[in-house]
């Protein structure tokens, strides 16, 4: 059975001046499957994720959308498509408190008889960013709290959790493990699965490979601006994504340790 596609990008080049931090990639996303977008620094994957969110406009190529071709010029168009990104360097607004950040750009929803009752709308906010909080068992001591007192485990949650309760389709992490203590590691993993298994599909980005590991489905690897090789999870291992990832070759030592050996790409 041909597996169900819900976004497809083709042929997809960005140009910043004479550099070209994309060159013509083609990648389809699953029907609620992880995909791990692998690469080293700089190859292009949080250009390729803000193409997608609607945060940068590709110079040439196009994405589909379960199969309907989308021009998000914005990234406010692509979360009404059900896109929901949280970017590397998170986008969360230091002097707002918890419940405020979960609802930025959605007051709307919590809007009571045209926003005249300011307080209860403040109370309403604040219960339901309770709710989402408790619903992916994150737990902040105090919604009250601006973000800027957290620890970036709990950022990264909040973060996280902003994208888990509104993405409809598909959900963008990049590097949402960064710098976090292992525990809260462990507790980022699991809101992507618990993502999945709401039946969204997840982009991941890590340089962790472990932890790409412990969530995807699939990888996929840029390399200085192209894709190299797209793997499913289950038939492939961290040697062959690393030796994807550098376009190295392997080279035993007489110890039998695998290094890598750079080619010249
Ligand atoms: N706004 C920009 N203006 C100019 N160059 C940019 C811009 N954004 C990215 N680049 C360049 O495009 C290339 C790809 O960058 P990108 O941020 O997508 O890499 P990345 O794979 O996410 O790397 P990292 O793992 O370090 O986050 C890099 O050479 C980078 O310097
Ligand atoms: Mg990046």
Same mark, same amino acid.
């Given at each position: ?25 083609? #990648? ?27 945060? +940068? ?34 986008? #969360? ?18 809007? +009571? ?130 030796? #994807? ?21």
């Amino acid at each position: 059975m041909k597996k169900d596609v819900i976004l497809s990008l083709r042929n997809i080049t960005k140009r910043f001046g004479a550099l070209v931090a994309l060159d013509d990639v083609s #990648l389809d996303l699953y029907r609620n499957e992880v995909l791990a977008l692998v690469g080293d620094n700089g190859a292009g994957k949080s250009t390729l994720i803000k193409i997608i969110s609607g945060a +940068l406009i590709q110079n040439k190529g196009e994405i589909y959308l379960n199969g309907k071709k989308v021009d998000f010029a914005t990234p406010v168009e692509a979360k009404r498509a059900g896109i929901e990104t949280v970017y590397q360097d998170l986008a #969360l607004v230091d002097t707002l408190n918890v419940a405020n950040n979960l609802f930025l750009g959605r007051e709307e929803q919590v809007s +009571l008889l045209g926003g005249t009752f300011k307080f209860l709308k403040h109370r309403l906010m604040e219960k339901k960013a309770q709710e989402i909080l408790d619903t992916l068992g994150i737990k902040i001591p105090n919604i009250r709290e601006q973000v800027k007192y957290l620890s970036g485990g709990q950022r990264q949650s909040v973060a996280v959790a902003k994208a888990a309760a509104f993405g409809k389709n598909i959900i963008i992490l990049d590097e949402p493990t960064a710098a976090l203590a292992v525990k809260e590691v462990g507790h980022i993993l699991d809101l992507v699965k618990k993502c999945k298994q709401k039946g969204i599909s997840i982009i991941i980005i890590t340089h962790n490979l472990e932890h790409a590991f412990m969530v995807a489905d699939r990888f996929a690897v840029l390399r200085v601006g192209k894709k190299v090789g797209e793997r499913i999870a289950k038939d492939t291992d961290i040697d062959e994504i690393v030796k #994807l990832i550098t376009g190295g070759t392997f080279v035993v030592s007489k110890k039998g340790e695998r290094k890598i050996k750079a080619d010249s790409m």
